[in-house]
């Protein structure tokens, strides 16, 4: 089957939205078990057969506390998937959307972060995720990498979800509130990443259009912050709201460090193409709209 799009990561949290949202284009959804990207054979084989335009990579090993003690399989996935999949896009003449994150940063700065400034990742899945930028950069002239951060959606598990089943079952939340980031919705980072991708296939792709962009939701928050607004726009909803309780970063270890400061300046993107996510917390409100329900549960937020 050819198709214009082929996306890896297909049941992915963005891919997922990706697929869904892109059904009316010519396009070709692929899963791990569909097209494992760190086959570099199965790679070349897979793009030769389809024959697509364009090739958007939201594949990613994403388990950050997993990965400190699991790197081979992060490095294959995160690093060498991306350099398969560029320069099986450099042999055929086919650009590349890669996804990338917030987490190539230390979070030592006090202001958001712009595409040129230094690199510096704490863990190993941070490090893997940047090896896989160099990669793409190395291989592939024609790119886009796009840099987002704390990812959510319908499909798949994140957050939000996790905050609506654990508030379920406790009456009280501890949750983190000296990490600073931009929650971003996989339905609306799809909407950016398809946007892009219907550039490159009308040839309509301005040499300052390739290249790092930051692509995330509007606003910033704390993970607590974030965390008291999902519960503030899905109370109607619920049977009980739990009391959210702020923390701090040592109060809560986790194998990986997380960077403090995750927010992303997006500026380039939006002069680039026109680009600017909504606000986190409009997405939010319906994200929540559609969750809920499904959980059998109506939101009025």
């Known amino acids: 089957m050819i198709a214009d799009i082929l996306v890896t990561g297909a049941h992915g949290q963005l891919g997922w939205e990706v697929a869904r ?30 024959k697509p335009k364009i090739v958007i990579n939201a594949a990613a090993y994403t388990a950050v506390d997993r990965a400190e003690n699991d790197a081979d399989a992060a490095y294959a996935v995160n690093r060498d998937g991306p350099a398969h999949l560029a320069a099986a896009c450099a042999e055929v003449g086919i650009p590349l959307i890669h996804i990338s994150t917030d987490y190539v940063f230390d979070g030592s700065k006090s202001g958001a972060y712009k595409e040129d400034d230094p690199v510096a990742p704490l863990g190993i899945y941070g490090k893997s995720k940047l090896a896989g930028e160099e990669a793409v950069r190395e291989h592939l002239a024609h790119h886009v990498i796009l840099r987002t951060a704390w990812v959510y959606g319908i499909h798949g598990h994140n957050f939000v979800k996790t905050m609506l089943r654990v508030g379920a079952e406790r009456d009280t939340l501890r949750v983190v509130d000296d990490q600073r980031g931009c929650p971003t919705f996989a339905g609306d980072l799809a909407d950016a990443t ?37 519960f503030e726009l899905a109370k109607p909803s619920l049977q009980k709201v739990p009391t959210i309780e702020a923390i701090t970063t040592a109060e809560y270890p986790t194998p990986a460090k997380r960077p403090a400061n995750s927010v992303l300046d997006c500026h380039r993107l939006e002069q680039a193409y026109g680009i600017r996510l909504r606000s986190w917390e409009a997405a939010l409100a319906e994200m929540l709209n559609t969750v809920l329900v499904d959980m059998g549960e109506t939101a009025r937020p």
């Open 21 to 50: 949202r892109g059904a009316g284009l010519s396009l070709h959804a692929l899963g791990h078990g569909d097209l494992d990207i760190t086959d570099r054979l199965a790679v070349m084989q897979t793009i030769a057969r389809l």
């Open 194 to 230: 398809l946007a892009i991708a219907r550039q490159m296939i009308n040839g309509t792709m301005r040499d300052e259009c390739f290249g790092t962009f930051h692509c995330t939701g509007s606003g910033a928050t704390s993970w607590y912050g974030f965390a008291r607004k999902i």
